[in-house]
């Protein structure tokens, strides 16, 4: 059922000019970590699939361009990955600096490169760190969908995904995912619980889709979290003295087909193209809530 609501993509104290930060009023990023859930682990299918892909790649060098508060990136520092993590978010940046700091007595952390990076500017950004590529580059956690389609002809998603590719070493693998977005413009609905967000807090997602010319154009997704429960002893979370916090993010609903094709564009057709729903095979899964792309960057590969 569609939510019948004012779509405002933007949050109170975004800047006008450049790259739209939908976290720049702090209140996703604030409860963000609640909103995953078991910070240590996610959930454990998802732990398992990233660390056992990666390994048995036998990548070292990672490269997380949409690091947040660091979860993935702290997940992997901790398997004893090399891990570059960059973000467009100062508010979100401040929690992974900050777990940086607190840990940085543990070598792996002592040498964590955080970096405030746009897509749109990736390589040039951070050039100087990618040398001859990394091993690995992970977009994950549906943030990928948050660069909406300011000319309608896709074409930032495209350089975005261009740079992610400049990023990778030949051979080297790119993970990005993103929510089944043609199940939720079917279906009006987005699940709360899924494979990366496993709160014990009642969470509840309100989802509208936005039609321009017939075509789905937007999703804004209105997120409530009840957090008056908890056990405080569980964990080093800070709860909000709030006891329901309410966040908006808007994301641009990737069609499955044509997401894959801008990949292939980016990517070339000689590299190898595998696909999973909630982390599993396809023909094992129903209907899955996110899709994640495994692009094998081809050795061959020469990008313009
Ligand atoms: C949904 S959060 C996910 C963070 C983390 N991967 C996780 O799963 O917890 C999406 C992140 O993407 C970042 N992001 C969105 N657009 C970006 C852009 N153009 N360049 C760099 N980061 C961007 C946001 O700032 C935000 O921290």
Redesign the pocket.
């Known amino acids: 059922m569609a939510y019948n609501n004012t779509i405002t993509t933007r949050s109170l104290g975004t800047a006008s000019e450049g790259?739209k930060?939908?976290?720049a009023d702090g209140k996703?990023?604030k409860i963000?970590e609640i909103f995953?859930g078991d910070k240590n682990s996610r959930t454990q299918n998802y732990k398992n699939f990233l660390v056992g892909l990666l390994k048995r790649k036998g990548c070292k060098r990672i490269l997380?361009?949409?690091?947040?508060?660091?979860?993935?990136s702290i997940l992997l520092l901790e398997e004893g990955f090399e891990v570059v993590s960059?973000?467009?978010?100062d508010?979100?940046?401040k929690y992974a600096l900050k777990s940086r700091w607190n840990r940085r007595k543990e070598p792996a952390f002592d040498n964590w490169i955080i970096e405030e990076?746009?897509?749109?500017t990736?390589y040039d950004d951070i050039e100087h760190i990618v040398g001859n590529g990394f091993d690995a580059v992970?977009?994950?956690?549906?943030?990928?969908a948050?660069?909406l389609d300011n000319f309608g002809d896709q074409r930032e998603q495209k350089q975005?995904l261009r740079n992610f590719e400049k990023c990778v070493k030949p051979g080297g693998l790119l993970l990005i995912d993103h929510r089944n977005y043609d199940n939720i413009i079917d279906s009006g609905n987005t699940a709360s619980k899924c494979i990366?967000y496993n709160s014990e807090h009642t969470t509840d997602i309100k989802t509208s889709v936005l039609f321009v010319g017939g075509r789905p154009a937007l999703v804004t997704l209105d997120y409530l979290i009840d957090t008056s429960s908890h056990d405080d002893e569980k964990t080093d979370i800070i709860y909000p003295e709030d006891s329901i916090s309410e966040f908006r993010?808007s994301y641009y609903p990737h069609r499955l087909k044509v997401f894959t094709t801008m990949l292939m564009e980016a990517f070339g057709e000689n590299s190898d193209f595998k696909l999973y729903g909630d982390f599993k095979k396809l023909e094992e899964i129903e209907i899955p809530d996110f899709y994640i792309h495994v692009v094998e960057k081809s050795s061959t590969f020469f990008s313009s």
Do not use: E
Request: glycine share 8%; hydrophobic share 55%.
């Open positions: 790259i930060d939908q976290y996703a990023a963000w995953v997380d361009v949409a690091c947040g508060t660091g979860i993935d960059v973000d467009a978010s508010k979100m940046l990076a746009n897509w749109l990736l992970i977009c994950l956690g549906n943030s990928f948050h660069m975005a990366y993010l």
